[in-house]
T-cell receptor
Framework: QQQVKQSPQSLIVQKGGISIINCAYE??????FPWYQQFPGKGPALLIA?????SEKKEGRFTISFNKSAKQFSLHIMDSQPGDSATYFC???????????FGKGTTLSVSS | DTAVSQTPKYLVTQMGNDKSIKCEQN?????MYWYKQDSKKFLKIMFS???????INETVPNRFSPKSPDKAHLNLHINSLELGDSAVYFC?????????????FGPGTRLTVT
């Protein structure tokens, strides 16, 4: 049973466009929701994270939107750049600092 | 300075062999993890250690044995390697709860079993 469902599997966006990746979770005990960015041959790098007590968090061009009642959260990348081309993973855990349950990943390609 | 380091980066070995992967973190974290990333890039937790004690042991064959000699190190030993063990293994670390709980990943070890 997949506890964190991520979509789409792949995404192609024009340079300057908005990239949107969605995740849904089932376990209401989840309390921490990070997004990771992974480039080929590298380890996942933390991009931005949110707790369920806020509905939105923004860091530069990256924004997380969180809907607790729908058990959904999404990553928005504004003004997408070719350098943003990577695989993005959403994740969840019942407590920050504990093991993460990952979505299956989204491969983002930003065309110039 | 690398925050979470792993050695080796690549490991090619034959079926039936025993191999180890080492991980070290210099972030002062108290919790360390091993994740496995399969060929479809799916990341799954294998083990979690907090202050050298095993916290999580997911459904992993007992051929996999983690060992934490101290809070800064978490090694993974794999016995009798099988073709299906081929994957990228990531070490990660964090502080358990509280402030500064972000989880940092190492660069990964790509294991290929032939």
């Amino acid at each position: 049973q997949q506890q964190v469902k991520q979509s789409p599997q792949s995404l192609i966006v024009q340079k300057g466009g908005i990239s949107i990746i969605n995740c849904a979770y089932e376990n209401t005990a989840f309390d921490y929701f990070p997004w990771y960015q992974q480039f080929p041959g590298k380890g996942p790098a933390l991009l931005i994270a949110i707790r369920p007590d806020v509905s939105e968090k923004k860091e530069g061009r990256f924004t997380i939107s969180f809907n607790k009642s729908a058990k959904q959260f999404s990553l928005h990348i504004m003004d997408s750049q070719p350098g943003d081309s990577a695989t993005y993973f959403c994740a969840a855990s019942p407590q920050a600092g504990t093991a993460l349950i990952f979505g299956k990943g989204t491969t983002l390609s930003v065309s110039s | 300075d690398t925050a979470v380091s792993q050695t080796p980066k690549y490991l090619v070995t034959q079926m039936g062999n025993d191999k180890s992967i080492k991980c070290e973190q210099n972030l002062g974290h108290d919790t360390m993890y091993w994740y496995k990333q399969d060929s479809k890039k799916f990341l799954k937790i294998m083990f979690s250690y907090n202050n050298k004690e095993l916290i999580i042991n997911e459904t992993v064959p007992n051929r996999f044995s983690p060992k934490s000699p101290d809070k800064a190190h978490l090694n993974l030993h794999i016995n009798s390697l099988e073709l299906g063990d081929s994957a990228v293994y990531f070490c990660a670390s964090s502080l358990r709860g509280g402030i500064g709980h972000e989880q940092y990943f190492g660069p990964g070890t790509r294991l290929t079993v032939t």
